[in-house]
């Protein structure tokens, strides 16, 4: 899969500070990467950002780039151990598999990453929120309603076939950004998923991008696509409405 690093993560004299971290999640080693602004002062939010299946490649790391530069400080989280990624589906696939039949796992790296995160003087640890794609929106959504003490997560593009929420369970508020092409997610599951936070009455809002697919934030999902015949594709019109509905949100939050 091909990837991609923000243009301004490699300009001489870049106050954005990327630096690889190693942290642990019970006997698992893990390999993410922390961004921030070595300009600005004082703390500020932070926010764990969870990868697409493939694994913690310079996509997300260039998205907690991205982050940094908005001035927060971000990790990108590795879920898999050791820094892994997968080079096809098959890989990808075997992968993801264990986080989605124990959504415990996945609550438990993320809270790794929070750990990590939140040991920074510049994080400002009440104020933590996530943000995900594809694998990544599934588990953030997860996370948030098994409970996690977020102000806010983010799914990008991802899963909504999670854990239900449960009354008084959820803390964080909800923005979903949602491929309305996306062919991995059923009617049926987005409408299970809207029913269950309507019933629990958990605040979400959930944005729709017309003509975008699964995977539409990624600028190298179009080759992915094509390589691995999968119906995934980059759509910029949606990449960069969904990042401005990122942004308003975090506003409303912090």
């Excluded at 764990?48 to 299946?53: A, G, K, L, N």
């Excluded at 059923?186 to 991008?209: G, H, Q, W």
Aim: overall charge positive; hydrophobic content about 40%.
């Amino acid at each position: 899969m091909a990837l991609i690093v923000s243009a301004d993560a490699q300009k001489a004299g870049s106050s954005i500070k990327v630096e690889q971290v190693t942290y642990t999640d019970g006997a698992v080693i893990l390999k993410g990467y922390v961004a921030y602004d070595t300009k600005q002062k004082g703390k500020r939010p932070a926010i764990v950002v969870v990868p697409e299946w493939w694994g913690c490649t310079d996509y997300a790391k260039s998205r907690a780039v991205m982050l940094a530069e908005l001035g927060y400080i971000a990790i990108a989280a590795d879920m898999y151990g050791d820094g892994k990624i997968a080079e096809n589906p098959t890989d990808a696939q075997a992968y993801a598999t264990p986080f989605y039949t124990n959504p415990q796992l996945g609550k438990s790296r993320i809270e790794a990453a929070v750990k990590k995160i939140s040991s920074y003087p510049q994080a400002d640890a009440g104020k933590m929120a996530a943000t995900g794609y594809c694998f990544g929106g599934s588990m953030v959504l997860n996370a948030a309603k098994l409970g996690m003490d977020f102000k806010g997560v983010v799914s990008f593009h991802g899963g909504l076939a999670g854990v239900p929420a449960t009354p008084g369970t959820t803390k964080a508020n909800i923005l979903v950004c949602h491929g309305a092409a996306d062919k991995f997610i059923s009617a049926e599951e987005l409408k299970n998923f809207r029913d269950n936070l309507d019933a629990m009455k958990v605040p979400y809002t959930f944005k729709s991008y017309e003509g975008a697919t699964h995977a539409f934030s990624n600028p190298a999902a179009t080759p992915t696509g094509i390589k691995f015949n999968m119906p995934i594709a980059y759509n910029e019109a949606a990449d960069k409405q969904s990042w401005i509905d990122m942004k308003d949100f975090f506003k409303t939050i912090f």
